[in-house]
């Protein structure tokens, strides 16, 4: 298995809290995503990053910030988190070689009451 | 833009029978194909890939062969067993990103 970890693995927290999701990897690929699996929608993509401190945007962005301060974490912030955000969430690594595949972590279950 | 569409579930066999989960895509280049499996309370795994128009990959009794001309990657198992019930998605690569279908539920039942 891909070294991946997230913490924490469940989270249960308040409207207009913030919120910050670690993911870690110990294999040194350039390529780090969040993605939200809810149900119906498959998996869709928050952010992602390509380095250190260069990230982009995915097409569930709103309402999401990232940051990449060294290669083996990518945080995911829910600024104010809204009901709407609950779900599970998933980061993925990728050595970045192109059409790559991504390797998953466990995930990471949050509810917004 | 890239997507992909997959048949919906849930799907219910019984052990032994004849799987087939269809998937095509929508690409404007030449993509790579995933599908990826996951256990209930598990993250997502690969299952297999392919990277080119008539590739099959196939793994632990799953195949699947990259369709250009009709743009598909149908995944096939001749004989399900209990510990195959999972969420399949099917998955497109045409850059560093991937685009994944809804996931199909499927249920094997002893």
């Known amino acids: 298995d891909a070294g991946i970890t997230q913490s924490p693995r469940h989270k249960v927290t308040e409207t207009g809290t913030p919120v910050t999701l670690r993911c870690h990897q110990t294999?040194?690929?350039?390529?780090m995503y969040w993605y939200r699996q809810d149900p119906g929608h498959g998996l869709r993509l928050i952010h992602y990053s390509y380095g250190v401190k260069d990230t982009d945007k995915g097409e569930v962005s709103d309402g999401y910030s990232v940051s990449r301060s060294k290669t083996e974490d990518f945080l995911l912030t829910l600024e104010s988190a809204t009901s709407s955000q609950t779900s599970v969430y998933f980061c993925?690594?990728?050595?970045?070689?192109?059409?790559?595949?991504?390797?998953f972590g466990p995930g990471t279950r949050l509810t917004v009451l | 833009g890239d997507s992909v569409t997959q048949m919906e579930g849930p799907v219910t066999l019984s052990e032994e029978a004849f799987l087939t989960i269809n998937c095509t895509y929508t690409a404007t280049g030449y993509p790579s194909l995933f599908w990826y499996v996951q256990y209930p309370g598990e993250g997502l795994q690969l299952l297999l890939k392919a990277t080119k128009a008539d590739d099959k990959g196939s793994n632990k009794g799953f195949e699947a062969t990259y369709r250009k001309e009709t743009t598909s990657f149908h995944l096939e198992k001749g004989s399900v067993q209990v510990s195959d019930s999972a969420v399949y998605f099917c998955?497109?690569?045409?850059?560093?990103?991937?685009?994944f279908g809804a996931g199909t539920t499927v249920t094997v039942r002893a």
């Open positions: 294999e040194n690929h350039r390529y």
């Open positions: 998955a497109l690569s045409d850059d560093y990103k991937l685009s």
């Open positions: 993925a690594i990728s050595p970045g070689q192109g059409k790559d595949e991504q390797f």
